[in-house]
């Protein structure tokens, strides 16, 4: 504990947010007993994605410019400069090696944020350094020492680009309205060159207007485009065409729907960012296979319309004092339950952000404002915890309960406290004590995993069936893959009601509008419009209907089951001159404007294969050649890399991915060799191919996808 910390335990003082006097202090309150129930025991009295919905902000209506002034307290390394830079404290030797900073009162303006940096490669280690800070007001009178913390994981990967010439320093400290504040910096070695100390003003909102969340998490992907949040380049759908007009049975019921519950978010513009301070670079994506739970070690006792200008002093300290491309934290929660977005790039997006070092590629952060180690966090702050990483984690494959994610080299839980990754007292005791309810609450949450694999089953078992074409009048024929022992077989033919000669591609797309029953969509061949045929019982469908969706000139177009994690399967597929992109479903509104998946993809055929690995993520096969080259999914975030698991497809002309079989752990898919026509299953087998299994001939048969 830091000497602030042990005179608060000592003394049991309670201090509290006074405007008139202009102070801001520590918010203390009696310690619990470790693992003891804490305020976050009633998380469970309200689910908390309806805790999360409750709220409102009083928010800036525009950007808003904070002022950083630094102030110079050791001399910079260069002897060119060194006597020109004025200083603004006093350095004086340590008995037994070492030095003491000790700035002078320097001026704050506005709703104050401080911290200390230093020049980009002086490494300090975190016990060779102690940073205290105390604030005067209008009466004159001086508080007592609080602790700045530094810990050198606080950031991002040294190694990364974000990471080259950004300078190490403490944690932004929320001083308040106050007048004056002034830092003492006691090193055990000499002191770090080109010390400064950062004073923010977040500025004031030229007008404000009280708002509900400006990001529903429900509605990302596209249908508010230029809104924060949404994905990618909107492109115009195409006019619905003059196919089938359904069944006439208006709005669809969307009874079978389960899904996680989406958190609405507070966004970006909302607290007031002005986007000229970060990186103009785009922002950089990766993975997430897991969350952790930071605290900005701020006072607890700020008000709800003093949140905005927190998160700006933040963000400015950061960017302006710290170097880096933007906040460091995805997202941010207040004590009153509100969920901020933090890191621009997209909040259902992998954003790699800088919040714990050697860990950012594969994780997300929520820090809690406030100092949660001499403080309880707030039902609310709990539950809102729990519904933002239960969300989270759906949308790329990972279930809230899982112990052993990999994380570089390491493994870790899906949901962990900083300090879990590092030497630092962060999340602070009592919100790393809230752990086990914050897992509890996302893992209840979570929903619909079984949604998100691209098994389409219309007759028969519940086994998927494969989906044939005549060739000789383009009727669709169905055949149910059965198990048989310790194989699997396909049942006699079941005709259909749908005759599709006129459609370049048919896909098997699942539950495609919600209403507990499996799908059709084929393309056609003029104008590469999809029509959609929604399942009514069996191999009976209900006439087709133009989707405002259009894929002429697009390859590699395949069903990928649930890649955004809101419950519609999505498509996937590559514009001619384009990347390979993320087409999301929206039902019976088609599909919301595509975003970038990876880079350009070489191949003839592309075909979905839900869940092939542990992840939780649907991923893809790409046949190019004689090679079948698995791309791994990651939720929103498209694919995070490639590999080979066959070598055998020259032989096949179409493979079709079918998923996870129903009771087993068993992966399949089905393929035709080109010359011969017959089909064969062929199983997962260590996670490449096995040995294929022939289940039928059809030479008057194509094979849809």
Request: glycine share 14%; net charge positive.
């Amino acid at each position: 504990m830091t000497l602030c910390q042990q005179l608060f335990a000592l003394a049991v003082v309670v201090a509290v947010l006074t405007p008139a006097a202009r102070t801001v202090t520590m918010d203390v309150r009696p310690a619990q007993p470790a693992g003891g129930t804490g305020a976050g025991a009633t998380a469970g009295a309200r689910t908390a994605e309806a805790e999360v919905a409750l709220q409102s902000a009083n928010v800036p209506t525009g950007e808003v410019d904070p002022d950083v002034e630094e102030y110079a307290l050791t001399p910079p390394a260069a002897s060119a400069v060194r006597g020109r830079v004025a200083l603004r404290a006093t350095t004086a030797a340590r008995t037994g090696g070492g030095s003491t900073v000790t700035s002078g009162a320097l001026p704050v303006s506005g709703y104050g944020t401080v911290g200390v940096t230093w020049a980009h490669g002086v490494a300090v280690a975190d016990d060779a350094i102690k940073v205290k800070v105390r604030t005067r007001n209008g009466s004159g009178a001086w508080s007592g020492w609080t602790a700045a913390e530094y810990h050198d994981e606080h950031g991002p990967d040294p190694r990364s680009a974000e990471g080259r010439g950004t300078r190490p320093g403490t944690d932004a400290v929320l001083v308040g309205d106050v007048d004056q504040v002034q830092v003492k910096v006691t090193t055990a070695k000499a002191a770090p060159a080109d010390m400064k100390l950062a004073v923010i003003d977040p500025g004031t909102p030229t007008a404000t207007a009280q708002e509900k969340p400006a990001i529903d998490t429900a509605r990302l992907a596209g249908d508010t485009p230029g809104t924060p949040g949404t994905l990618g380049t909107p492109e115009t759908p195409s006019t619905p065409g003059t196919g089938g007009d359904g069944d006439g049975d208006g709005a669809i019921e969307l009874q079978a729907a389960t899904y996680t519950p989406k958190p609405q978010i507070f966004s970006r513009a909302q607290w007031g960012a002005d986007e000229r301070l970060r990186d103009s670079s785009p922002p950089q994506y990766y993975e997430v296979r897991a969350g952790f739970v930071h605290h900005t070690v701020n006072a607890n006792n700020y008000t709800k319309s003093q949140v905005p200008g927190i998160i700006r002093g933040i963000y400015s300290y950061h960017v302006r004092s710290r170097g880096w491309a933007d906040i460091g934290y995805n997202f941010l929660v207040d004590r009153f339950g509100r969920i901020w977005e933090g890191r621009a790039g997209g909040v259902d997006r992998p954003v790699v952000g800088a919040h714990t070092a050697g860990y950012n590629n594969y994780s997300f952060a929520m820090s809690a404002i406030g100092n949660y180690d001499i403080t309880q966090p707030s039902s609310a702050m709990i539950n809102a915890y729990g519904a933002l990483f239960a969300w989270k984690l759906s949308l790329h494959g990972v279930s809230a309960s899982a112990t052993s994610q990999v994380l570089g080299t390491k493994k870790f839980k899906a949901i962990n406290g900083h300090r879990d990754a590092g030497s630092t007292a962060c999340p602070g005791r009592y919100l790393y004590a809230q752990l086990g309810t914050i897992r509890t609450l996302a893992a209840k949450a979570q929903k619909g995993w079984s949604g998100r694999d691209v098994i389409g089953n219309y007759v028969g078992s519940a086994n998927p069936d494969l989906l044939f074409r005549k060739a000789g009048n383009g009727r669709l024929m169905l055949l149910d893959v059965v198990r048989r022992g310790i194989s699997w077989r396909t049942t006699a033919r079941v005709k259909t009601n749908i005759y599709a000669p006129w459609a370049s591609q048919i896909m098997r797309v699942g539950d495609w509008d919600r209403d507990g029953r499996n799908d059709i969509i084929a393309i056609r061949k003029t104008d590469g419009v999809a029509v959609l045929f929604r399942g009514k019982s069996g191999a009976i469908f209900y006439p087709g209907v133009d989707l405002p969706a259009k894929f002429k000139n697009v390859a590699l177009l395949a069903s990928v089951g649930d890649v955004t994690g809101d419950g519609y399967p999505d498509l996937m597929g590559q514009p001619k001159g384009d990347r390979m992109r993320i087409y999301p479903g929206r039902g019976m509104t088609g599909v919301s404007p595509s975003y970038p998946a990876y880079s350009a993809v070489t191949g003839n055929q592309q075909t979905g294969v839900g869940l092939w690995d542990a992840d939780g993520a649907p991923d893809s096969l790409v046949r190019n050649g004689s090679s079948l080259v698995l791309y791994r999914g990651n939720g929103p975030g498209g694919w995070v890399s490639a590999s080979t698991i066959s070598t055998a497809a020259g032989s096949w002309d179409v493979v079709v991915g079918l998923g996870t079989m129903p009771g087993t752990t068993t992966k399949l898919v089905a393929v035709r060799n080109k010359t011969t026509k017959g089909i064969y299953l062929v199983a997962q087998s260590g996670g490449k191919l096995g040995n294929p299994l022939l289940v039928t001939t059809r030479p008057n048969f194509d094979l849809a996808g």
